[in-house]
């Protein structure tokens, strides 16, 4: 038995997946733009994550753009039976390395051919609406009009399983009036706990929440609780707050990213942690702010 199964499998709409996944982001340049510095060593850390029994990839079209899929594709294609990935549509980058908005049905259709001929699929297996009315939080706004788009590419057959990411809860209730959605994918930590109502809504009808930024994202998590967890349970402070998050709820998916295979092995290693009910309660003070730094 693979070492990541021990966390767990979860259904992604039709799918089934592990709990610990990995998010393929790190692998672009600096600002999630341009090609790797090293383009061998991103190709290494992709196979190692498939050979660790991991069967859940995160990725965009955006990411680069295009280079996070293009070396997913050089990396693993012909891909393994339960190898799933997920991407992401609804934003394009400028040559600045802006983030822009792309969610016109038309630039929709055209980021899931991209997705679709970059990654060498004929269908993609997860494809998630990137809501962008704020780049950096979930901001109520209708999105009828993109994710019927998406549907409708569905039944075309492009698309297997559709999900939203940066939204409200408002939002994932329109969107589940107009579509199945497969799962959630919004920023959530130990020290951002926004969503904890929407978890545990999420969970009692199975859905799938995939929090982005599971270690900070650009601001890696710091507090002396976690620091403190981190020298009780033998593990780093990182590992500590990945189980901490395959503790919070059973639809739970994590996705850290990293471009190093070490890193990658002691994400991995998170799943042997069960924290105790003192250490759980000392962390989840991290996100009400009494220990922060």
């Known amino acids: 038995m693979a070492e990541v199964t021990r966390a767990g499998i979860f259904q992604l709409g039709d799918l089934s997946v592990t709990r610990m996944g990995y998010g393929a982001m790190q692998l672009a340049g600096p600002h999630v733009f341009g090609p790797p510095k090293d ?32 070396l997913i594709r050089e990396a693993l294609h012909p ?7 997920v991407t992401k549509v609804g934003a394009s980058r400028g040559s600045d390395a802006s983030w822009n908005v792309a969610s016109s049905a038309a630039e929709l259709e055209s980021a899931v051919h991209d997705n679709l ?19 950096a939080a979930p901001t109520e706004g209708d999105i009828e009009e993109p994710l019927t ?5 569905q039944t075309k057959g492009l698309i297997r399983n559709i999900g939203l990411s940066n ?3 408002q939002q994932v209730a329109q969107g589940r009036a107009i579509t199945s959605i497969a799962c959630v994918q919004n920023m959530y930590n130990l020290a951002h706990r926004n969503d904890d109502t929407l978890i545990d809504s999420l969970a009692e009808d199975g859905i799938a929440y995939v929090p982005f930024f599971p270690l900070g994202g650009f601001s890696p998590l710091q507090a002396d609780a976690l620091s403190h967890a981190a020298d009780q349970c033998e593990a780093t402070p990182m590992q500590v707050a990945l189980a901490w998050l395959l503790q919070r709820s059973p639809n739970i998916l994590l996705i850290p990213g ?11 290693k998170s799943v042997n942690l069960h924290l105790p009910e003192d250490v759980l309660s000392s962390l989840d003070k991290i996100g009400s702010g009494k220990t922060q730094d």
């Open 117 to 135: 001929r970059n990654l060498g699929l004929d269908t993609l297996d997860v494809v998630n609406l990137r809501v962008m009315f704020d780049v």
């Open 167 to 169: 939204v409200t809860a």
């Open 39 to 70: 383009r061998a060593a991103a190709i290494v850390v992709l196979r190692a994550v498939v050979e660790s029994g991991i069967t859940h990839i995160d990725t965009s079209d955006f990411y680069g753009p295009h280079v996070t899929n293009q």
């Open 149 to 153: 788009a998406l549907a409708e590419l």
């Open 258 to 268: 990293t471009s190093s295979v070490e890193h990658l092995k002691q994400n991995i």
């Open 79 to 85: 891909y393994p039976d339960a190898l799933t990935i």
